[in-house]
């Protein structure tokens, strides 16, 4: 299964994090230099109603080199586990599906949220970034990404310059990453808008996309509390960006699900995003308050809003404790549909997948932090809920009669991390 839908990987964040990071660079102390820095993390995510669950494993190893240059490796090891929800509506009748692989098929109960109980894959992502102080005003940044599962190959290569202004009070910086992934999923890639249950329905054994993004970003220091930092963003994906395990039902005028085809999206794809943080360190406590907003849009009818705050919270003996609060609100694409009318001509782009819908999502959580042996140990629990919205009187018949189309769901996240 393809986990490029997980909040795991993005290359467009790998992006903003290096770029971020050339705003605040750090000198190494003599002490310091030749030693590694070491990250461990773990995560564990479970979706509600025994869909989804994942366990990652992260290590993250850090060099300071000498004054001016430092290195950086990471390995990631997801492993996914449940089931995932296939687009097809609900129904007040048992439905049958064919396999993604088009090898089999799996039953869903009446009432039930369609799922693909077949979901599981296991991913191993390799990175390393370099930076290195070009001069007193001039810090560059370099990496590269690998990440290969089952049926999925990404690879990627970044890159950030940032030049100091104003007394070292003012940062600019520009950076670019470039992607090229390559799909292959099991049975081969479907052709869209054919029944699943057509024996012809592949094209091609496999298919690739590529993704250019470029980062402009602005930091500042306002005074002795305060920082400040503005990112534009944007990114152009050309390539094969349709799901291949996404399908869509086709409903009679009852409501009732007598057929499903393959999805279908646009092969290009524009995305923008402006985003907005500051960082106050509340004197003479030493909390720190981290507030953030985004706005992003796309040439597919997406835009979306999303706030997120934290609030570090420093206790006794070098302990702390961290609350988390995130929304997030998006709109619907252009293309995305529950599902399509029988007889009626199917439009040339279609999804029913509910990522791309109409939705709101929560975030609470909590970290705390403490001392193990002169190191950071540190555990975070948070609850995710998404609320997807739509058209209710599209539950229609007898087929839906009494149904929610659009179910809510909600996952735990339990994070920890290792810092020696």
Partial sequence: MQLKGKTFTNISITLAAASCALAAPVTAQPSELGSWDVDAGLLIYAESDHQVQAYEGALSLTKQIDDERSINLKGIIDVLTGASPNGAVTQNKAQTFTRPSGNGSYITAASDTSIDDTFHDTRVALSTQYQQQLSRLWLYSGGA????????????????????FNNRNTTASLGFSYAYDTIEPEGGIPDPGVSVDDPNNRLTDSDTKQTLDFLFGLTQVIDRQTLMQLNYSISDVNGYQTDPFKILSVVDSNGWANDYVYENRPDQRTKQSLFWRTKYNIQPSGQVLDVSYRYFWDDWGITSHTIDSKWRVQLSNQHFIEPH?????????????????????APEYMTAD???GELQTYTVGLKYGLPIAGNEFSVRLEYYLTQVSGDDSLAKGAGMAGLDIYPDKSAIMLQSFYRF
């Fill in 325 to 345: 609060l995130r929304y997030y609100c998006q709109q619907a694409a252009d293309f995305y549909r529950v599902y399509l009318d029988e007889g009626q001509p």
């Fill in 145 to 164: 990404y690998l990440s290969k599962e089952y049926d999925y190959l990404a690879l990627s290569i970044n890159s950030a310059l940032a030049r100091d």
């Fill in 354 to 356: 509910y990522r791309l």
